[in-house]
């Protein structure tokens, strides 16, 4: 339960115009702070594959070439950090999950990102799909910084940003949930910013 | 709020008394929430200073220019004062003394925070964990828990280098520039000691030093990091 904390006015408090877009706890910032568990991983494009495996009759995988040959996309969206910074219209060049796991035939309610370094996330496989997660390779019309997540990473902008994995390279789908790095570590399974479901129990 | 403490012309320790509080581990962080008589909240995260013996809860905060929680902090809470705060959390930036060593720690200015949780947490267990620490801060004055560190340095417990990147006392014995992979190749646990490695830091820091540590030959999984951006608050 808050109380008032005598003296507090704010000083960041946000434009009305862009309040319906900044969702409870958060701030928006204009910089683009890195946060991650440890060192940042320097895979080359030549040994880069993002690969699809799990519940899949067969395991699809591309190099880099390959996934940039998929129809990709602009995408222009908002994303919240669980530490508590927004940042609003942010620029990505990516291909949809809708892209990636078209034709694919799954049971799968579940998915699990993996990536670069051993990070693990995990989401609903209905939150991948329908024009709400990336695969994204660009930010600001350049490639994606490795401090940022590149070469690749996930882009699931719905969802507080750890979901989205920095220098992923597997998706494995799933018949049950099974709890990411942050997840094991006392953070939300799920994570949505407008509930600001920030850590276990919220 | 029981006791505020300078540490440095820009960082304050705040002391906080928590009849309720569950008890944390070295490393974690609390959220700290403020709400305006409108109703309006900010909140943010602090590294908690305090080891888990100490008894009181401290949370030390660098007050940032452009900041909206720090420098309520540091300069109108007052004493008596009560605030909201949520935690411990965090569970993987964290060291407990069962873990055991060695320890090499890297501290970017205020990223110091952590460890000082954790040296005094060792000092609990009755040390014996061998520790290496590289702290870098702009000038001397920037040094937080200045005295502290120089106690524990002086009885050789704990082997402490510092690096200084913009003024230098003189005379200095220390390092005189931005850390590098030079420095930390110098200063660190070889490979074969298997140090278990923390990092914390600004952005820049942590990616230098991190990425020398794999270099170096250091398994990456050993390495833990916290950042902290410039838009902090």
Redesign the interface.
């Known amino acids: 339960m808050s109380f008032i904390s005598r003296g507090f006015h704010g000083r960041r408090r946000v434009p009305d115009a862009d309040r319906s877009r900044i969702p409870p706890g958060q701030y928006a910032t204009s910089d683009f702070p890195v946060l991650s568990a440890g060192p940042t991983p320097r895979t080359s494009l030549g040994s880069w594959t993002f690969s699809v495996d799990g519940e899949v009759d067969e395991p699809l995988e591309w190099d880099w070439t390959g996934f940039q040959a998929l129809s990709s996309e602009l995408i222009t969206v908002d994303i919240h950090c669980v530490t508590k910074w927004s940042k609003l219209d942010t620029r990505w060049r990516g291909v949809s999950l809708d892209t990636v796991l078209e034709g694919v035939d799954t049971a799968a309610e579940y998915a699990v990102a993996s990536s670069d370094g051993g990070y693990t996330t995990n989401l609903p496989l209905d939150d991948l799909l329908g024009g709400k997660a990336w695969i994204a390779f660009e930010f600001d019309n350049a490639p994606l910084a490795p401090e940022h997540g590149g070469p690749a990473r996930l882009l699931v902008p719905h969802l507080y940003f750890w979901k989205s994995a920095k220098w992923v390279r597997r998706l494995t789908l799933r018949i049950d949930d099974e709890p990411g790095f942050w997840e094991t570590y006392g953070y939300h399974n799920y994570g949505d910013p407008w509930q600001e479901q920030r850590y276990a129990g919220d | 709020m029981v006791d505020l403490i300078d540490e440095s012309t820009h960082v304050r320790s705040v002391v906080l008394d928590l009849p309720d509080w569950p008890g944390h581990r070295a490393g974690q962080h609390v959220?700290v929430?403020?709400?305006?008589?409108d109703g309006?909240?900010?909140?943010?995260?602090y590294s908690l200073a305090s080891s888990p013996e100490d008894g009181q809860v401290v949370l030390t905060v660098e007050v940032l220019d452009?900041?909206?929680v720090s420098?309520?902090l540091a300069g109108?809470?007052?004493v008596g004062?009560?605030?909201?705060l949520r935690g411990p959390?965090?569970?993987?930036?964290v060291w407990t003394a069962d873990l055991g060593g060695p320890l090499q720690l890297f501290a970017g200015g205020s990223g110091v925070v952590p460890f000082r949780a954790m040296l005094r947490h060792r000092a609990a267990a009755n040390g014996g964990v061998p520790v290496r620490l590289l702290y870098s801060a702009r000038r001397l004055e920037d040094v937080i828990y200045r005295d502290e560190l120089g106690r524990l340095a002086a009885n050789g417990e704990t082997d402490i280098r510092f690096t200084l990147t913009r003024e230098w006392p003189d005379p200095w014995g220390g390092y005189r520039r931005r850390v590098d992979r030079e420095m930390v190749e110098q200063v660190a646990w070889s490979p074969e000691d298997r140090p278990l490695v923390y990092v914390c830091g600004p952005?820049g820091f942590v990616?230098t030093v991190?990425?020398a540590?794999?270099e170096l030959g250091h398994d990456?999984?050993a390495?833990?990091?916290e950042?902290?951006?410039?838009?902090g608050?």
């Not at chain 2, 004062?81 to 909201?84: K, R």
């Not at chain 2, 959390?89 to 930036?93: A, H, L, R, T």
């Not at chain 2, 950042?227 to 838009?231: I, L, Q």
């Open positions: 959220d929430r403020l709400t305006a008589e309006y909240q900010a909140q943010r995260s452009d900041g909206e420098p309520y109108e809470l007052q004062d009560q605030l909201e959390i965090g569970g993987y930036f952005t990616e991190a990425d540590m794999v990456q999984a390495i833990r990091t950042r902290f951006g410039p838009s608050g």
